[in-house]
């Protein structure tokens, strides 16, 4: 899942960074979108994923018709090299990078007959392989299947890393509960321990949050059962597996009769603390009141703020800085939480004109069997369907009390290739960067936030290049002052690199 940075919120500068630098990529030959004569779409034979930098590269995985590589890129975004990840095999079923100790861990999975093998590897700066493939994992299965049975997530500080696999239970027997196995690492890749927990979870109605592991090992997320046939939740339960047990905590929440809409949940281990955070309805078919946020403590184990905001009372009369446009959250869904030193944090939602585009996970493989709730490789053709507005943002104290909110107001529609938005950490701002379409050309935008709920007014990216198309919804932060967008150069893929 996305990286949460944490930062002091407090005396930001609502100025556009005079020291912000933009660096693009050169288009390679084999980054051509469509491989003519077919025009077969990026996704489907070409993928790729920026992994991260390692001391002082940036290294961006490719995918080129079944070719695994390496890209390593400079601080200026040249071209350095191309390393082959030629230990990898044909029948590969997917691929994880974690970046820790000093090198990126790649981790992937294939089947052989009757046998799911989990492997790793580790790879340095320049794409090099290091440490030779070793096994994990197997998994005994009766059948051959095009899935991704084992998922892997890792800790704030990589120290701990998480494989973990959900078995659905044979609807023939009757048995449609979950079975949980997870793997609990260190950052050498040795195995902590191994557990194995069924479940009463049911496959047909229970939804799970995203699945995270703190910096002390526990496995957590959050359980939902829905109302059929949408997918808002009636129950809530906080699910916590400690490292040295086999078996999980459940912890019922309150909900006080409310029903919530899609949950988002995160790590605070500054303050050793989880964080939930939904939209809230007061009974079906009605419209979204507001939002719901909560939490929980560790040192405590127990739950300390639960609160539920009315976003008529709340919202546009409380708004920050310029009046606000919006006066309903129906149509909007969460998208990002950012965490502060102080316990508090901000939330922020958008509203999203598809929003079936965005909501599920991009890739998200439906199997009968396995349990899948990962994301594959990048696919622009999700972006493009989805016409997106404006952003809500709220801001909670410590208590989840809410303190202020204010809105961005934004356009995106057919205009706009590449739409939705980016939120950056960096240099004591925070940085919304979205596209928006001037004569027919994108041009991607910036506004600041300060402490105080202030918004800095719109304005364009300084030294941007018009021929490359920037990507606002994946750009990725590298560092603390530096963040990667994948971009398209006529029709090519390419990276731009900005500094600030």
């Known amino acids: 899942m996305k990286t949460i940075f944490i930062f002091i919120i407090a005396g930001f500068s609502c100025l556009s960074s005079l020291a912000q630098e933009i660096s693009y990529s050169k288009p390679e030959r084999d980054d051509l979108l469509f491989d003519a004569p077919t025009r077969v779409p990026f996704g489907l034979t070409k993928s790729f994923h920026i992994i991260g930098k390692l001391n002082g590269n940036l290294l961006v995985y490719k995918n080129i018709r079944y070719k695994h590589l390496i890209a390593v890129y400079d601080n200026q975004m040249k071209l350095k090299s191309n390393a082959n990840l030629d230990f990898l095999p044909s029948t590969i079923r997917s691929l994880d990078f974690v970046d820790c100790a000093g090198r990126v861990y790649v981790i992937y999975q294939f089947q052989k007959r009757n046998v799911f093998y989990c492997m790793a590897a580790a790879i340095d700066e320049n794409g090099k392989t290091i440490r030779e493939p070793f096994q994990l994992d197997t998994t005994h299965i009766k059948f051959i299947a095009d899935i991704e049975l084992y998922h892997i997530i890792s800790s704030e500080d990589k120290s701990k890393i998480i494989i973990y696999k959900l078995y659905k239970g044979d609807v023939f027997t009757g048995n449609h509960l979950y079975d949980f196995t997870t793997l609990l690492f260190n950052d050498s890749l040795q195995l902590i321990r191994k557990s194995h927990i069924p479940s009463l979870f049911e496959t047909e109605n229970d939804l799970f949050s995203d699945f995270l592991v703190d910096n002390d090992g526990n496995f957590v997320f959050t359980k939902g059962s829905k109302l059929d046939p949408t997918d808002v939740f009636n129950e809530l339960i906080l699910v916590i597996k400690a490292p040295t047990q086999d078996n999980f905590n459940m912890h019922l929440l309150n909900l006080s ?164 938005f980016t939120v950056i950490n960096a240099a004591s701002k925070i940085y919304f960067l979205y596209n928006e379409s001037v004569k027919q050309t994108q041009i991607m935008n910036e506004q600041t936030l300060a402490g105080d709920g202030t918004l800095s007014d719109k304005v364009p990216l300084r030294n941007l290049d018009f021929k490359y198309s920037m990507i606002s919804r994946l750009g990725q932060q590298v560092s603390a002052n530096e963040i990667v967008f994948p971009c398209i150069y006529r029709h090519y893929i390419c990276f731009a690199e900005i500094k600030y």
């Open 257 to 420: 009769g409310n029903l919530l809409d899609r949950v988002d949940l995160r790590v605070d281990n500054v303050n050793q603390q989880y964080v939930i955070n939904a939209l809230y309805f007061k009974k079906r078919n009605s419209d979204k009141e507001g939002p719901y946020s909560a939490i929980w403590s560790k040192q405590m184990n127990a739950l300390v703020a639960s609160n539920f905001f009315s976003f008529a009372d709340a919202g546009p009369d409380k708004a920050a800085s310029q009046k606000a446009a919006t006066n309903t959250l129906d149509g909007f869904y969460l998208r990002d939480v950012i965490l502060t030193n102080d316990g508090g944090f901000i939330v922020t939602a958008e509203d999203l004109e598809t929003p079936a585009a965005f909501i599920l996970p991009w890739g998200l493989r439906d199997n009968p069997i396995f349990y899948s709730s990962s994301y594959i490789f990048s696919s622009f053709r999700i972006l493009a369907s989805a016409y997106c507005k404006n952003v809500i943002i709220f801001y909670f104290d410590n208590k989840a009390h809410l303190r202020w909110t204010n809105e961005i107001v934004k356009s995106q529609y057919a205009g706009v290739t590449f739409p939705s």
